[in-house]
């Protein structure tokens, strides 16, 4: 598979928001990652539909959002609405998960579903007929500019050997601390879609951030 790389907006300056969004797109990032927080999942609260809306005005690079609430069904459609390409969902919400997976793929938006590093990653082989993404979090979900959680490669080693045998187009997404020092490692591990915060948007040239997480990300693909 292609790697493909997504800064995630939660750590641009918001006071700046068009400027980093332009600082990104010159290293050519394949998705903008949109972490979405309800206060009740995860103890913080972030931003809605609008600000998505704003970012599908800004720039023609694909819209990802994470949608770590309680309710995702309730919000899913405005979500759609304001231009997310690939919506996903947590299997840990209070809600029936196939049905919200379901209901992403009924309104014509790329589904995906995210697991909580305590989560086995055998949670996700019902879903599978119905997602194109597993979105494994290295960081406990909830707060931006944590560190990674090293076991998290084994992870992606695991999950990567379980699509492998049930179904092998389903790619495998990662956020938190990710980073130039481990991308090659988790693409090595079956990784192909890294999502980086800190790591881009609190470096002193974005853009060349982006090109070197991809460049350390294309090492892990050669080196398989």
Not at 7 to 32: K, M, Q, T, V, W
Not at 81 to 97: K, N, R
Not at 135 to 144: H, I, T, W
Not at 188 to 198: C, E, N, Q, T, V
Request: proline letters at 7%; one cysteine or more; aromatic letters at 6%.
């Amino acid at each position: 598979m292609d790697i493909a790389i997504a800064p995630s907006i939660l750590s641009a300056d918001f006071g700046r928001l068009e400027d980093d969004i332009r600082a990104a797109e010159r290293g050519s990032p394949d998705y903008f990652h949109c972490d979405i927080m309800d206060g009740h999942f995860v103890p913080n609260i972030s931003f809605g539909p609008m600000v998505v809306r704003k970012m599908r005005e800004l720039t023609d690079v694909p819209l990802d959002v994470h949608l770590m609430i309680t309710d995702p069904d309730r919000y899913i459609p405005a979500f759609v609405e304001a231009g997310a390409s690939l919506i996903y969902p947590h299997i840990e919400a209070p809600h029936d998960v196939y049905r919200t997976v379901q209901l992403v793929n009924d309104l014509g938006v790329r589904a995906g579903i995210t697991l909580n590093p305590g989560t086995p990653v055998e949670w996700v082989v019902p879903l599978l007929d119905q997602v194109e993404s597993v979105l494994l979090m290295s960081v406990c979900p909830g707060f931006g500019g944590q560190e990674f959680i090293p076991g998290t490669i084994a992870r992606v080693r695991r999950l990567r050997a379980l699509l492998d045998e049930h179904r092998p187009e389903v790619g495998i997404a990662v956020d938190g601390g990710v980073s130039e020092a481990n991308a090659t490692d988790l693409v090595r591990a079956g990784a192909d879609f890294l999502i980086a915060g800190s790591a881009v948007f609190r470096a002193p040239d974005i853009a060349e951030a982006v090109r070197r997480l991809r460049a350390a990300a294309e090492r892990g693909k050669e080196n398989k």
